[in-house]
C-alpha cells in the first residue's frame, strides 16, 4: 500500500498525474487535486472518457482497481512568472503542456505507457517563459521518478 500526503490550499495550482497499469495521464489544476481527481473519475470525466476509449471496448474493471494519483504544487515554483499572466492559471498550463511534450518524446516512464491526455486545446498561445518552464518540467519529472527510486511507485518503468 502506498501513501501520500497532498498539502495545500484549497485554491493552489497543481500539475498531476493519474497513472493506471500502461496509461498515463498527466493534467492542472488551480484547486487541491483531490477535487479535480474525484471529477475524473465520473463516467464522464475526462479521464473515465478516454481510458474507456484506450480500451476499446475491454473492460475498465482493472484500470479503475489501479490507479495512483500524484500532485506537485505550483505555486512556488511558478511564483517568479505568474504576475507576467495575471495569475497561475497560464504558466500551470505551460507546464502541463511540457510535461506532455517531455514524456512522450523522451519516454520518461518507458514504452509502455501510453499518454491518454492531451493539451491541443489548453496550450497557451502567446507565452514568453518556455526557457523557464523547461527547468521546472525537468525538476517535475525528477521528482516523480525519485519515488521510484524509492520503489514507491506502483507500476514498473
Not at 11 to 25: A, E, G, R, T
Not at 48 to 65: Q, T
Not at 81 to 103: F, N
Amino acid at each position: 500500500m502506498n501513501i501520500g500526503t497532498v498539502s495545500a490550499s484549497y485554491h493552489s495550482p497543481h500539475v498531476y498525474f493519474i497513472f493506471s497499469k500502461d496509461v498515463l495521464y498527466i493534467g492542472e489544476t488551480q484547486v487541491i487535486p483531490v477535487r479535480r481527481w474525484s471529477t475524473h473519475l465520473d463516467k464522464g470525466g475526462s479521464f473515465f472518457k478516454k481510458l474507456i476509449k484506450h480500451l476499446d471496448g475491454e473492460s475498465e474493471f482493472e484500470y479503475l482497481n489501479s490507479l495512483s494519483f500524484f500532485s506537485i504544487p505550483c505555486k512556488d515554483i511558478l511564483n517568479t512568472i505568474m504576475d507576467s499572466y495575471c495569475g497561475y492559471r497560464i504558466p500551470t498550463q505551460a507546464l502541463e503542456h511540457k510535461l506532455h511534450e517531455m514524456v512522450m518524446t523522451q519516454y520518461t516512464f518507458g514504452n509502455a505507457v501510453k499518454v491518454i491526455s492531451e493539451t491541443t486545446k489548453t496550450t497557451p498561445k502567446h507565452f514568453g517563459h518556455w526557457k523557464e518552464i523547461d527547468k521546472i518540467a525537468e525538476a517535475c519529472l525528477e521528482k516523480i521518478l525519485l519515488y521510484k527510486e524509492a520503489e514507491e511507485l506502483p507500476f514498473k518503468l
